[in-house]
Each structure stands twice: as C-alpha cells, then as structure tokens.
C-alpha cells in the first residue's frame, strides 16, 4: 500500500470488522539497485513511498485508537540498512534509515503510555527480493549454492539467512510484558552484519 488513501482504507475496514488496530507491523519493501547518478527518479519516489510513507501515514492512523484504548505495539520492519549503507541503494538505505527515526521519534512521543514502537533490522532473509538478487547472481555460473553463499559471505558472517520465524519471535516479545520498556529501538537481527 503505497498511497495515503489506500492505507485510510485499510484502516476504516480494521475499525469497522475489528474495532481497531492494537498491534501493528509495518512490513513492506520494495527495491532497485542503481548509482546514484543513475537512479530513477521515479524510483526513488516509489521506493521511498512504499518503504517509508506508508510506515509513517499508518503509524498516524493506528495512534489515536491505540492511546483511546490506553496500549499498542508498533513494530517497524526496518532492515540493517537502516544502521549501515550499501552501495546502489540509494533510496532503500535512506528509506530504512527514516523508518528508524521516525521509530525514536513515535516512541519519544508515546514515552509516558503503555504504546511502543521499535524496529527490527533484519540481515539477509531469503524472500522473493532476495531470492531475486540470488538467481541473478547465479545466471553468471549457473551454482546457485555458491551463488546463495557468496551473497551472504558479503555482509552476514554468520553464513545463514535470518528466518521469518525467528523475525516473528522477536516481535512477540516486545509485544509482550517484557518488552514493554524496549522503546525506540532499532534491534538489528543480522547474523553480525552490523558488528563488522
């Protein structure tokens, strides 16, 4: 949902069939590898759009419920690449990058409430984008193996991809009681990317 009014929608349907939105994951990412005297304009646009607008026109809608009803958990799925840059990616880094302020800046605001919001900075997951970086790499040799293990051998020293479960893990517990003092974190899960 790239579109201010598309969210809205979203949101008057989650009040209308569930009286609200008390947790809300923002997950949504879209990319395009370029220099930056090379990026499209309007792909940057889209980018920014997808991965950081619609964190903040959704952020928006779901607070005034959530401090009605007096709790919620706001989890943005941010990536390493809003702590650390990567070349040709342009717009993605700095999209990710305002997903972790804007973080701060909501769980600053929301300070005082039993509301939280932290980001996740995952590492590599294998997911359709990266699942495409993958198979563009092996068209070379045609080893998608090394093509999987070079990828991470790049950036993840741990060698493995981080799992949507373990990503899921994570946000249960700062959904939980124990997490609620963990406020405006970007909680990086990326096999030591972010320690090099």
């Known amino acids: 949902l790239a579109?201010?009014?598309q969210i809205a929608e979203l949101f008057a349907y989650a009040v209308r069939d569930f009286a609200g939105v008390d947790i809300l994951v923002n997950n949504a990412g879209i990319q395009h590898v370029a220099p930056v005297e090379e990026f499209p304009p309007e792909r940057w646009d889209?980018?920014?759009a997808v991965n950081l607008s619609a964190v903040f026109h959704a952020t928006r809608l779901a607070l005034p419920?959530?401090?009605?009803r007096g709790w919620g958990?706001?989890?943005?799925?941010?990536?390493?690449?809003?702590?650390?840059?990567?070349?040709?990616?342009?717009?993605?880094?700095?999209a990710k990058h305002g997903v972790v302020g804007l973080t701060k800046v909501v769980a600053l605001?929301?300070?005082?409430?039993?509301i939280t919001c932290n980001a996740l900075c995952p590492g590599w997951v294998l997911t359709p984008l990266v699942q495409q970086q993958i198979d563009e790499r092996?068209?070379?040799?045609?080893?998608?193996q090394r093509a999987r293990h070079d990828l991470l051998a790049e950036k993840q020293p741990s060698l493995e991809f981080v799992t949507?479960?373990?990503l899921g893990e994570l946000a249960l517990f700062l959904c939980s009681d124990a997490g609620r003092q963990v406020r405006g974190a970007a909680w990086n899960m990326d096999g030591g990317w972010a320690a090099q």
Request: charged share 20%.
């Open 109 to 114: 605001e929301t300070a005082t409430t039993d």
């Open 138 to 144: 092996a068209r070379a040799d045609g080893d998608v």
């Open 46 to 48: 889209a980018i920014i």
């Open 164 to 166: 949507p479960e373990q």
């Open 65 to 68: 419920g959530m401090r009605q």
């Open 3 to 5: 579109y201010p009014e």
């Open 73 to 94: 958990r706001i989890i943005n799925i941010a990536s390493v690449h809003g702590l650390v840059g990567s070349a040709q990616k342009a717009a993605y880094v700095a």
